[in-house]
């Protein structure tokens, strides 16, 4: 916008934003910065697209979090409140899945089930089982090596 407009009357042709910033600089106040986003979580988003839902406007969803349960407003249908509640979804969703890749799971030496809560990379049902396994290949070995140790 050019200096011209400076203390003129508000042409009729000046919109809002440009009597906004008119107004900011005759009266020496920062521009307010033109593109300052706040996410759609934030407590005025919120309000504000409640607002328009309330008076059905277009294009404003009315959505339930997949996590925290709450209701929330959103331009797209969208699954969780927050980016905190996405996140919550996702680690929950990568426990279920280690959870999955554990259950299922055999004793590498007596076939047993393992637990669930067995660590992600134990082979064995207890420790006996674990220490027997270990024997056994120290008898079956390797053949170079037993070799080499033969008379
Ligand atoms: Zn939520
Ligand atoms: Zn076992």
Redesign the pocket.
């Known amino acids: 916008m050019s200096d011209s407009l400076k203390g003129a009357p508000r042409p009729a042709s000046e919109s809002a934003a440009e009597a906004v910033a008119r107004y900011c600089r005759e009266h020496g106040i920062p521009l307010p910065r033109r593109r300052e986003y706040l996410p759609r979580w934030h407590p005025n988003i919120q309000a504000y697209l409640r607002n328009k839902w309330e008076h059905n406007a277009p294009g404003v969803w009315a959505c339930y979090c997949a996590t925290c349960e709450k209701r929330f407003y959103a331009r797209h249908p969208a699954g969780y409140c927050s980016p905190a509640c996405t996140d919550a979804a996702r680690h929950e969703r990568e426990r279920e899945r280690r959870m999955r890749a554990k259950a299922g799971r055999?004793?590498?030496?007596?076939?047993?089930p393992l637990s669930t809560v067995a660590r992600a990379d134990s082979r064995?049902?207890?420790p006996?089982?674990?220490q027997?396994?270990y024997r056994g290949r120290q008898v079956s070995g390797c053949p170079q090596l037993t070799s080499r140790n033969a008379p």
């Open positions: 055999t004793c590498a030496h007596c076939g047993a064995y049902c207890s006996a089982c674990r027997a396994a």
